[in-house]
């Protein structure tokens, strides 16, 4: 049963448990300030406030952005905490999991479906452009049939079952709301027919088509949203054609199919600027363990000023870039956590006519080091979470310091960093280098490599 999902952890509790659990990839991670701003072409892109996303115990396994990067589906493997990883509850008689939907913008998670993954295994889902509606379909063991969900935040789901022998298949939308979705019969006798779904009016629309025999119809989406590509298949002359199809008045207008599915089949072009990557970092104890990398995929500038990539979250296993590169999701230390990304002119981050001297960044960042140390002594040893400018501009004689400091911190608890005066905070940047803040409120100054 589709059910809506809310964290039980407030944001304080949240913040501690990614502090405890995180702080000895977490001080890794953080051991270069550097390391939070990417030079990348003509931007200086710069990496934010790490967010916490409240999922419960479990091993997240797929993330996948919406098209809009307003949303993300998240697949989880609801692991007990009491079993000792996933090889123990794969030996058990299901493998229970959760597809849900978390927002970007406000935090929320709701669970959109969860099923036993030995029995009833999904094998797609997809957002709609909507950013409220997933459609999942998952096949039966047992039954050797499969089933269609499409679930609407805060409305019923709509459940279409296919008995053994048939089939159902979606493909995404002509605008926001609005899938395609192919049902059937398969052998060598199988029929095919189509019909439009609307997730707001909840209504279903059948479309013509006119197929010989046992030709059968599979619909895989376009990313234009004005058409549709389907796939047409003949079992007995063991043919695939491709034709692009306009939906006008209930009816399909056939367009050029095969340089549309050449195009298609090229992947979509985000034509971002950066690329998020995995690499590989060796701790001081010699072990090599995975990491991100944040590069540049174009040509660099003509001044023949080189990229300087980003690397960060030592020890990630799952990542993935939103579409406009403006934010990264990833998994650490069993949590899920979110940055955004922001970018800003190179040769203004650079110049030491744009930056703060050297002398006088170090003085605002002491500045800023005390100011969050007072905080912390007013509120249980918890430095800031989110607002951070808002919490500490009270223990700040004017705000100026606070210009250009990036807070890097999670958050959480002070009383949890096994060595804080190797715990950046964060940093001013000035001429040919940034002015460190650490937990214990000593700031050190690092040159620009």
Request: proline fraction near 6%.
């Amino acid at each position: 049963m589709i059910s809506g999902f809310s964290s039980l952890m407030g944001a304080h509790l949240i913040s501690a448990i990614l502090v405890i659990s995180a702080i000895p990839v977490a001080s890794r991670e953080l051991s270069d300030t550097s390391s939070f701003v990417a030079l990348i072409g003509d931007r200086a892109y710069v990496l934010g406030l790490a967010r916490a996303v409240p999922v419960a115990a479990g091993e997240i396994t797929d993330l996948r952005w919406s098209e809009t990067g307003k949303t993300v589906l998240i697949e989880r493997y609801d692991l007990n905490p009491a079993e000792d990883g996933r090889e123990l509850a794969a030996t058990r008689a299901s493998m229970m999991c959760s597809l849900m939907l978390w927002n970007r913008r406000t935090n929320g998670l709701v669970q959109v479906h969860r099923y036993d993954a030995k029995q009833d295994p999904v094998y797609d889902f997809a957002v709609l452009p909507d950013d409220k509606t997933v459609y999942i379909v998952s096949d039966h063991i047992r039954t050797e049939s499969s089933t269609l969900t499409i679930f609407t935040v805060g409305r019923p789901p709509e459940v279409i079952k296919a008995s053994p022998g048939e089939y159902v298949r979606p493909a995404h939308t002509v605008g926001t709301s609005t899938l395609m979705v192919a049902f059937g019969s398969l052998g060598d006798s199988g029929t095919s027919q189509l019909s439009l779904f609307n997730s707001t009016t909840r209504n279903w629309t059948p479309i013509p088509i006119s197929l010989k025999g046992d030709e059968e119809i599979v619909p895989i989406g376009a990313n234009d949203r004005a058409s549709y590509l389907l796939s047409v298949s003949s079992k007995a002359a063991k043919e695939v054609a491709y034709f692009r199809y306009a939906i006008s008045s209930g009816k399909l207008q056939l367009l050029n199919g095969k340089e549309f599915y050449a195009a298609l089949q090229a992947g979509p072009d985000r034509n971002l600027p950066i690329a998020a990557e995995y690499g590989e970092e060796t701790l001081s104890n010699g072990v090599k363990v995975p990491s991100i990398i944040l590069r540049g995929i174009n040509a660099p500038p003509s001044d023949g000023r080189p990229d300087r990539p980003l690397h960060f979250a030592v020890g990630v296993n799952r990542f993935d870039l939103a579409p406009a590169g403006d934010g990264v999701i990833y998994t650490l230390d069993g949590l899920l956590i979110y940055r955004d990304i922001t970018s800003r002119d190179r040769a203004e981050y650079e110049s030491p006519e744009g930056a703060l001297t050297k002398n006088q960044a170090i003085h605002n960042a002491k500045q800023v080091g005390m100011a969050l140390l007072m905080y912390a002594a007013d509120n249980d040893d918890f430095l800031p979470v989110g607002a951070f400018r808002e919490a500490i501009s009270p223990y700040i004689k004017e705000a100026g310091p606070l210009d250009g400091f990036i807070y890097t911190y999670q958050g959480g608890s002070l009383e949890d960093l096994k060595d804080p005066g190797n715990t950046p905070l964060g940093f001013i940047k000035g001429p040919g280098g940034t002015a460190t803040v650490y937990a214990d409120g000593s700031v050190r100054w690092k040159n620009d490599t």
